[in-house]
Nanobody, 120 residues
Framework: QAQLVESGGGSVQPGGSLRLSCAAS????????MGWYRQAPGKQRELVAT???????NYSESLKARFTISRDNTKNTVYLQMNSLKPEDTAVYYC??????????????WGQGTQVTVSS
């Protein structure tokens, strides 16, 4: 059982920047993988980026030039820095965690999502 709280979404003009944050709480022993997915209207949810506890990253190839994922292991928090935003980046962004509880059980969890709107 884990709770993910996302923040940092909002409305920006094309070319602007946003920084998303997601804090995980609960009886979490480790957050092996944390990341971000997004879902635009009429489209399926897609990978944005993930980062492991060892700081190995995996990006959507089309986004890696503009987006940067990072994490703070002491706070169980993952960040997504989004630069040079485009209208096609408009979507609900969801935080994702794959980890283990103190019992050793594995789990995954999703945040409620935060809206990012890019328009002029």
């Amino acid at each position: 059982q884990a709770q993910l709280v996302e923040s940092g979404g909002g409305s920006v003009q094309p070319g602007g920047s946003l920084r998303l944050s997601c804090a995980a709480s609960g009886r979490i022993f480790s957050t092996n993988t944390m990341g971000w997915y997004r879902q635009a209207p009429g489209k399926q949810r897609e990978l944005v980026a993930t980062v492991t506890s060892g700081n190995s990253t995996n990006y959507s190839e089309s986004l890696k030039a503009r987006f940067t994922i990072s994490r703070d292991n002491t706070k169980n928090t993952v960040y997504l820095q989004m630069n040079s935003l485009k209208p096609e980046d408009t979507a609900v962004y969801y935080c994702y965690v794959y980890g283990s509880r103190w019992s050793g059980d594995l789990f995954n969890a999703w945040g409620q999502g935060t809206q990012v709107t890019v328009s002029s």
